[in-house]
């Protein structure tokens, strides 16, 4: 009889255990059932039972942040928590990997202006005893094929003498390209690039408009600064050497000056 | 050398080639009178620089020289008269008996005070020291003389017009400064 109760306690027991971890598992998910392909084991089987599926996985625990940031003090559970447990994974679920640095684009089109002094060829400066000088403004719109490391560039240029208006003393327009190299290491984007272009300047001498041809060597130290993902403001200082070349009686001639210029732009 | 090499190198030939005329014949920050032709007086009396264009090869007038900015609607004629009326801007170069200081002074003595007279001193590059006069002939006629001496008896007299004031214009300071005796 003690024997008979003894075994009846136990099988009550592991009933009892068995219902209990039946009841835990059902609290947290049904388990997923499925037909068994082959029909032997089907029959001799049933359905087969997957009772270790749980809820969705927690997303996989994120590194601690990287050295050079400071980490976020850990929460108080956090200490408490053995290692491993499901509050030690919240504490870190809520460490997440910051939100990455949005990608800058690589500049590819720039409005542009420049500033540089050229000489009004024929006219005395003032007080030197040298040639006049002649400022000049442009703006260009300069467009960049490849831009990588190494950037190709297009650029459609017109500058007027500054102070009489877009027309109204010299002008030129030209086209030029450029050649340069770019460090493309986030926000800011130094560049150093080499340019040369030719095209058409009009000369005012003596109430009389001159023809003549204009062409320019130069090379540009800058950077463009990324304002948000496509958007850059774009500085540069540059040596520049601006040629003019016209008919003197029956030949061809020219005149050049070496200056500096500045260059202001915006781009995309 | 493979035949890659001999490619750069004429390459870079072809570049060098290229890019010497490319680089420009006179740099103006060196020479003041960059661009601008010389004229040789052919009796080696005196030379000047000037633009031509837009300055027409000089015109000889009884003795004196002549040289013009003819309009862009310019009549084709022979007639130095009417080529001088029509220019826009003009430039004759005499020779005048006298010391060039006494004779500019005279000069502007003689004007009307409705002429507008203004008077300026200045040095030509090679030094020679110039006595000018700009004033107002007309409406529409503005001149500027300049008196250098050839000589301590005997002054060149550059008698420019235009139709506008040229008292302080540049390009025609400029030809004053290059003015030189002799050749």
Known sequence: MKARSASWRVSFGVAAALAAGAAARTAHAQPREEAVDDPKMARRLGTRIFWNEGPAPRAPVAPPPAPVMAAPAPLATATAAPEGSAADATVYASR????????YSRPRLKLAFRRFDFVRVGAAGSGSGGVASEPFNSLSVDVYPLSSLIRLGLST????????????????????????????????????????????MRRLQFDRSVPTAYWQLGVDLGAEIFLARTGYVSV?????????????QLQ????????????LGVGI | ??????????????????????????????????????????????SLRLLEPPWLPPLSLDGETAFVVPPSDIAITTDPSVILSEALYSLQVQ????????????FATALPPASMMQQQSA?????????????QESPTQFRRDVFLAASPTQAFHLLFTAGRPIGDDPMI??????FRVGT
């Not at chain 1, 327009?173 to 190299?181: C, K, R, W, Y």
């Not at chain 1, 005149?255 to 500096?260: G, P, Q, S």
């Not at chain 2, 590059?125 to 004033?135: K, N, P, R, T």
Request: charged residues 10%; contains cysteine; hydrophobic residues 45%.
């Open chain 1, 157 to 200: 240029q017109y500058g007027w003498q500054s102070g009489a208006g877009l027309s109204g003393g010299d002008y030129f327009a030209i086209e030029s390209a450029s050649l340069g190299v770019q460090i493309r290491a986030g926000r800011v984007v130094p560049f150093a690039e080499t340019f040369a272009g030719i095209g058409y």
């Open chain 2, 1 to 46: 050398m493979g035949p890659h090499g001999r490619a750069v190198l004429r390459g870079l030939l072809l570049v060098s080639i290229l890019a010497a005329p490319a680089c420009g014949d006179v740099n103006a920050g060196d020479d003041p009178f960059a661009g601008m032709v010389l004229y040789e007086d052919p009796a080696g009396a005196f």
């Open chain 2, 95 to 106: 020779t005048e008996p006298g010391a060039s200081a006494a004779l500019a002074a005279a």
């Open chain 1, 236 to 248: 540069a200082l540059g040596y520049l050497r601006p040629v003019n070349g016209f008919a003197q």
């Open chain 1, 96 to 103: 997440a990997a910051p939100e990455p640095a949005p990608g």
């Open chain 1, 252 to 263: 061809f001639g020219s005149v050049f000056v070496d200056t500096w210029s500045f260059k």
């Open chain 2, 173 to 178: 300071t400029q030809m004053i400064a290059s």
């Open chain 2, 123 to 135: 040095q030509t590059a090679s030094g020679l020291a110039s006595f000018e006069v700009a004033w």
